[in-house]
């Protein structure tokens, strides 16, 4: 069974930044990728940004775009998120996830939860303006 837990979630202000962590662990083979998401109030879950471990291609929400970095190690199936010039509407529960073994590495399901089977607890990120 893989186990996913986030980290580094809190309360900002406006303009700050938070680095969040996530750490994926079991099961008897490595995924290809990770991806983060959030989910706010009354709203649908929603793509973040994920990564693709061979040839480290990144798609990122264009809502994220130039404020947001994902980045992570392979080998530990570890991955962060350092978020920048954070704005109150990316308030939310970050979730980290696991891309699902055999899922082709398309735009579609790197963006979309149905690509991925492993999710963590959630992280709560609270932007204040």
Same mark, same amino acid.
């Given at each position: 069974q893989?186990q +996913?837990?986030?980290s580094?979630?809190? =309360?900002v ?5 938070l680095r969040? *962590?996530c750490a994926?662990?079991g099961g008897?083979?490595?995924r290809s990728?990770?991806g983060w998401?959030?989910q706010?109030p009354g $709203?649908?879950?929603?793509? +973040?940004?994920? $990564?693709?471990? *061979?040839g ?6 264009d809502? +994220?775009k130039g404020?947001f970095t994902?980045?992570?190690d *392979?080998? $530990?199936?570890t991955?962060? =998120?350092?978020?920048?010039?954070l704005?109150p509407?990316? /308030?939310?529960v970050?979730y980290c996830?696991?891309? $699902? ?8 399901y ?8 492993y999710w963590?607890?959630?992280?709560q990120v /609270?932007v204040?303006s």
């Amino acid at each position: 069974q893989v186990q +996913v837990v986030e980290s580094g979630g809190g =309360l900002v202000q406006a303009g700050g930044s938070l680095r969040l *962590s996530c750490a994926a662990s079991g099961g008897t083979f490595r995924r290809s990728a990770m991806g983060w998401f959030r989910q706010a109030p009354g $709203k649908e879950r929603e793509f +973040v940004a994920s $990564k693709f471990w *061979s040839g480290g291609n990144i798609y990122y929400a264009d809502s +994220v775009k130039g404020r947001f970095t994902m980045s992570g190690d *392979s080998a $530990k199936n570890t991955v962060y =998120l350092q978020m920048n010039s954070l704005k109150p509407e990316d /308030t939310a529960v970050y979730y980290c996830a696991v891309f $699902k073994t055999g899922a082709a590495w398309t735009s579609h399901y790197a963006t979309s939860p149905s690509g991925y089977d492993y999710w963590g607890q959630g992280t709560q990120v /609270t932007v204040s303006s």
